[in-house]
């Protein structure tokens, strides 16, 4: 009998609208990421990550984040574990997940949880990031795909896309830009990585080269 060859299988993590998340079932959909969703998992019950899931026949679960308001609690911590383990997670996809991930979460997934970011990075680490490369009078802004470690915002670069900050930008205009950006660039790193392209030694990281700006 002949089986079907095992497909990588990515874990989302998302506590917003998920938009991100829309852009990386669409592209698996499309036949451009040769991976599957395996679970997607929500700190906000009401999430709209959530609800394209579910939309989607895909298995979606709202996970309570415990106690504290910006990282999941250790009981919350071993529920995630537990749901990704379950779903034999490759990676890790953190698509707008609003809580930072630490210690042993990291351990059991070292080298496989990606994030996207609203900026280049390292310029403007931390929240509404687009809003502060406006605030400072960045002419250029954009997005990172990188590995997570223990830092906030601060792991190896695996792609990023520059986007123009036009005269009469508002955070709204430029975020919605960053944001298209986004969902062009993070199922191409996502299915870089599906691949085995993707290379990192360190900080450096080697194999895939997506156009650095927007046409
Ligand atoms: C994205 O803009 C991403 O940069 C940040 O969170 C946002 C999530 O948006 N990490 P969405 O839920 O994917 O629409």
Redesign the pocket.
């Known amino acids: 009998m002949v089986h079907a060859q095992r497909r990588f299988r990515l874990g989302v993590l998302?506590?917003?609208?998920?938009?991100?998340?829309?852009?990386i079932a669409d592209a698996i959909q499309a036949g451009r990421v040769p991976a599957e969703v395996a679970v997607v998992l929500s700190d906000v019950e009401s999430?709209?990550?959530l609800q394209h899931a579910r939309q989607r026949g895909l298995a979606a679960q709202y996970l309570p984040p415990g106690r504290f308001r910006t990282k999941l609690d250790e009981v919350a911590e071993a529920s995630y574990l537990q749901a990704l383990r379950e779903a034999e997670v490759d990676l890790v996809v953190?698509?707008?997940?609003?809580r930072i991930l630490k210690g042993e979460f990291l351990r059991a997934f070292e080298g496989r949880v990606v994030?996207?970011?609203?900026s280049l990075l390292p310029s403007f680490p931390g929240l509404e990031?687009?809003r502060q490369a406006l605030d400072y009078g960045a002419k250029v802004a954009g997005?990172t795909v990188h590995l997570v470690d223990q830092g906030i915002d601060t792991g190896p670069i695996l792609a990023q896309r520059a986007v123009a900050v036009r005269d009469g930008d508002t955070a709204a205009s430029l975020?919605e830009r960053?944001?298209e950006a986004?969902?062009d660039l993070y199922p191409q790193v996502i299915g870089a990585l599906a691949r085995g392209e993707i290379q990192v030694h360190g900080r450096l990281t080697r194999g895939f080269r997506p156009p650095a700006v927007t046409e």
């Open positions: 998302g506590s917003g609208k998920g938009s991100n998340f829309v852009a999430a709209g990550i953190l698509a707008g997940f609003m994030n996207i970011h609203p990031a687009w997005c975020h960053v944001q986004e969902r």
